[in-house]
């Protein structure tokens, strides 16, 4: 278009090659781009003075900053100071002024001074030593101060950003490993030196209150011998902030009347500055405090810093809170598997229990299934639990499932869990007992009861080692020992088809059989003690004392409901007995004529067979009653002794040295 005029930016005359203008703003571009570069103000000073020496033809150029008083700091410089003293004077009258300057120095050089914006968190002043400066050096000089000035807050900015982002990736860091925190003092530990890195501090510690001994405790204690310190929870900075629990930020450590300065003096430590926040639980009760020593590049504390030092402390106090509830759940389980593993046991002094007892210690320490038959009451779950607690499992749970009370369709669900919406009233997920028994025993209850299609889906399991809630398509892997009880007699079950062959032989791996109380009868008495001693510390009375014809009474009971019954009658006493001594009376009000009698004995016995099984068993029940004393028996029985003795050979009875 006639008219138009173009101009492209290397056409601009100010900024033609070698003009004021074009070096100025070369110089500016390179700034900006070092800033970008760096990643912290130290960085880029140290690039950017010396562009500005080579630029500006300087000999020395530096920052600095005047101090309370009369002081100055150099905050960064570049070259080779000629002259031996400062000139503070012209500095603070450039300061004051707002104006760049040039005066004459040491050894005919050329000092100048240059102000930074007003308030500039790095420097106050860019200052100059040079052999000339004439008075486009002070032109350039104050460009220059401008355009450092802004350029150093780009850098403030961006290394204010970087490090708001590392102090967030460290605190999500710190973050996932609380959940995983196997100990309270490697994490503490951690979380002290991340802020001792992320504050730029020399050290910081975490000061747990005892509120007992109102002590408090530092963990870690960073460069304290021992790394252990403990000190009045009412004394120093500390004590403050757990008083008002609020932040400290201490500028000044040995001006501010708060500091304790007896740590610093034990330890030969110096304390400049410092930050205390409140350590505080969910409720926000206040349980210690998390302190921070000694800037290094020895400026104050920001509340920057505060509000770092409150979000770990946030993750200390969870840490803490978790670590204490889980250790508390440890300890919680382990007294309640030691006070199980105490209250179980195999009690007795017959023959037969010793065995027992031998096999179970055998096979407590093998994986074997274990199927373990006796009447009911007999204590199929004791040896289970003995098992259980012997073994390598011990520490895993036990978990016990009567099949006899449940339905095939509940069964499957209670064994095997189930998805949500399963069925009806499946309104969420819930693992079956297999899987709250991974790693441990799961004992199944009346095994003769189960349905036909519960003991398929348990063969299953028991192959496959893999369970599927009802509902769901995931196979579960499943470490399970199993051991079945049961009062009915599987091997006929099995011949007449009402339990599974290949069930009864993958349960059966080994096979443990309990004898009734009846057939141990020396064992009466020890266990009746056994119980009456448990019961009556429960009941808060002193133990209870059997008497001569309690005794007598206890022996000669038939006990058809086996220990249980037992366990049950002295629980009964030591609760409502209302002596300490235990009479045949007591007995008499549980012990019903009915509970006394016989069992009913089998048809198939015969009539032979059946009189002399009721003569055996009579005739043990005298002997019994009299405390193992034949001659008394035989006057009970009203016959001789010798005859009595002679009766018991023909029956075949272990009482008169048969083989029984």
């Known amino acids: 278009m006639s008219g138009t005029e173009w101009r492209g930016w290397q056409d601009v005359k100010l900024l033609s090659p070698g003009s004021h203008s074009s070096t100025l703003l070369q110089l500016t571009e390179r700034l900006i781009a070092h800033s970008a570069a760096v990643g912290s103000v130290a960085e880029f000073c140290s690039v950017a003075l010396a562009d500005i020496a080579t630029e500006l033809s300087l000999q020395w150029v530096g920052l600095v900053q005047r101090q309370p008083g009369a002081e100055w700091k150099c905050v960064a410089d570049h070259g080779r100071v000629v002259g031996s003293t400062e000139p503070i004077a012209f500095w603070e009258q450039a300061q004051e002024s707002g104006r760049g300057g040039r005066t004459p120095g040491e050894q005919s050089r050329i000092n100048c001074a240059f102000p930074l914006s007003e308030g500039h968190l790095v420097a106050d002043l860019l200052v100059t030593e040079s052999r000339h400066a004439d008075s486009d050096l002070l032109d350039f000089g104050l460009i220059t101060a401008r355009a450092l000035s802004q350029v150093l807050n780009l850098v403030l900015n961006h290394s204010a950003s970087l490090l708001q982002v590392q102090r967030l990736k460290s605190t999500l860091e710190i973050a996932c490993t609380l959940s995983s925190a196997e100990d309270m003092d490697p994490l503490l530990d951690r979380i002290a030196r991340e802020v001792t890195t992320l504050l730029a501090c020399d050290r910081s510690s975490i000061f747990l209150w005892d509120h007992e001994r109102n002590e408090l405790e530092a963990r870690p204690a960073l460069g304290v011998p021992g790394g252990i310190l403990r000190l009045p929870a009412g004394k120093g900075i500390v004590g403050e902030c757990l008083r008002t629990g609020k932040p400290v930020v201490v500028p000044d450590a040995y001006a501010d009347a708060r500091f304790n300065q007896e740590v610093d003096r034990s ?394």
Request: hydrophobic residues 40%.
């Open 267 to 660: 330890s030969g430590y110096h304390t400049r500055n410092l930050i205390c926040v409140p350590l505080r639980e969910e409720g926000g009760r206040v349980i210690g405090a998390f302190q921070a020593i000694n800037r290094l590049d020895g400026k104050d504390f920001t509340e920057s810093d505060v509000e770092y030092l409150k979000q770990l402390g946030t993750q200390a106090a969870v840490a803490l809170r978790n670590l204490r509830e889980k250790d508390r759940l440890n300890r919680s389980h382990g007294q309640l598997a030691e006070q199980v593993r105490r209250g179980v046991s195999i009690v007795g002094e017959s023959p037969a229990i010793g065995t027992l007892r031998d096999t179970v210690r055998r096979l407590a320490s093998t994986d074997l299934p274990v199927l373990v038959l006796g009447e009911s009451g007999t204590g199929k779950e004791v040896v289970a639990q003995s098992l259980h607690f012997g073994g390598t499992r011990a520490d895993s749970p036990f978990v016990a499932v009567n099949c006899a009370a449940l339905n095939e369709s509940l069964l499957e669900s209670e064994l095997f869990g189930h998805e949500r919406g399963a069925f009806t009233d499946a309104r969420e997920a819930r693992p079956g007992r297999f899987e709250l028994a991974d790693g441990g025993t799961l004992f199944l209850d009346e095994i003769g009861d189960m349905s036909p299609g519960g003991q398929a889906k348990l063969l299953r399991v028991l192959e496959q080692h893999v369970v599927t809630r009802v509902g769901g398509t995931d196979q579960i892997p499943v470490n399970v020992r199993v051991i079945a009880a049961t009062n009915a007699n599987l091997s006929e079950a099995v011949r007449e088809r009402r339990f599974r062959e290949d069930l009864y032989y993958r349960l059966g791996v080994v096979t443990v059989k309990l004898p009734p109380l009846r057939e141990r009868p020396e064992d009466i008495l020890l266990l009746a003690e056994h119980f009456l001693k448990q019961f009556s510390a429960q009941a808060r009375r002193p133990s209870l004392q059997l008497s001569q014809d309690a005794r007598r009474r206890l022996q000669g009971h038939p006990w058809p409901g086996n220990v249980r019954e037992l366990r049950n009658l002295m629980e009964r006493l030591a609760f409502l007995a209302q002596e300490d001594r235990v009479t045949a009376e007591d007995l008499a009000f549980s012990l019903s004529p009915e509970s006394e009698g016989q069992q009913a004995l089998a048809l198939d016995l015969g009539l032979d067979g059946a009189t002399r099984e009721f003569q055996r068993s009579f005739i043990r029940r005298a002997v019994r009653q009299t405390d193992n004393n034949v001659t008394e028996a035989a006057k009970l029985l009203s016959v001789h002794r010798a005859n009595l003795y002679r009766k018991m050979k023909q029956l075949n009875m272990k009482e008169a040295g048969g083989s029984e």
